[in-house]
């Protein structure tokens, strides 16, 4: 079954210190991959997607992902986390549907 | 210029009331779609529709029946609300089959007393 997996339910993360939140798919072929984020009482924002080509991906937000067919995983970074990135982060997987992992709930310290 | 927009934002409702979420995009897109997220942020389809076509009906009680009529609208109408029913139901419509992502609506936040 195609499913998509975010091992971690919730980080904590100082402010200015570096962020990588994991995700893991199950899939038969490569699928379409995407990070959501949901901040408090909001709908959810794309952040970026990959679909083929070159395995890093920039997004808006400071923020990039890496696809690595090996591990079938596609991580979620950024190298220094500001007080607003407190959210909720969804990994999607697209086979015929978007299928979300169960989300991270992000708390970032000052 | 909202992209894709829901009413109401908000919906508290008696059980055993009938209730309807309205949807519509202005984005050109193809397919729309209906998500539940439940309490534990869990995000689960419902339905898709593809140009006022129904492509995607997962396991959702009958009670719930979507209507798309036309491309740019998907309407979520739920009878005989159930406790169980309470989430917030997100909207949401992208190009030809998703892969170029979706876009979501804010959701509709259902809280049936």
């Known amino acids: 079954a195609q499913s998509v997996t975010q091992p971690d339910i919730h980080i904590t993360v100082s402010e200015g210190a570096s962020l990588e939140l994991r995700c893991n798919y199950s899939?038969?072929?490569?699928?379409?991959l995407f990070w959501y984020v949901q901040s408090p009482g909001q709908g959810l924002q794309l952040l970026l997607k990959?679909?083929?080509?070159?395995?890093l991906v920039q997004g808006i937000k400071g923020f990039e992902a890496e696809f690595k067919r090996s591990q079938s995983s596609f991580n979620l970074r950024k190298p220094s986390v500001h007080w607003s990135d407190a959210a909720e982060y969804f990994c999607?997987?697209?086979?015929?549907?978007?299928?979300f992992g169960g989300g991270t709930r992000v708390l970032v310290k000052p | 210029d909202t992209a894709v927009s829901q009413t109401p934002k908000y919906l508290v409702t008696q059980m055993g009331n009938d209730k309807s979420i309205k949807c519509e995009q202005n984005?050109?897109?193809?397919?729309m779609y209906w998500y539940k997220q439940d309490s534990k942020k869990f995000l689960k389809i419902m339905f898709s529709?593809?140009?006022?076509?129904?492509?995607i009906n997962e396991t959702v009680p009958n009670r719930f029946s979507p209507k798309s009529p036309d491309k740019a609208h998907l309407n979520l109408h739920i009878n005989s609300l159930e406790l169980g029913d309470s989430a917030v139901y997100f909207c949401?419509?992208?190009?030809?089959?998703?892969?170029?992502?979706?876009?979501f609506g804010s959701g509709t936040r259902l809280t049936v007393v």
């Open positions: 899939y038969g072929a490569t699928p379409y």
């Open positions: 990959y679909f083929s080509g070159d395995t």
């Open positions: 529709y593809n140009n006022k076509e129904l492509i």
């Open positions: 999607g997987g697209a086979g015929n549907k978007l299928t």
């Open positions: 949401a419509s992208s190009p030809r089959g998703g892969d170029y992502g979706y876009t």
């Open positions: 984005l050109g897109h193809d397919t």
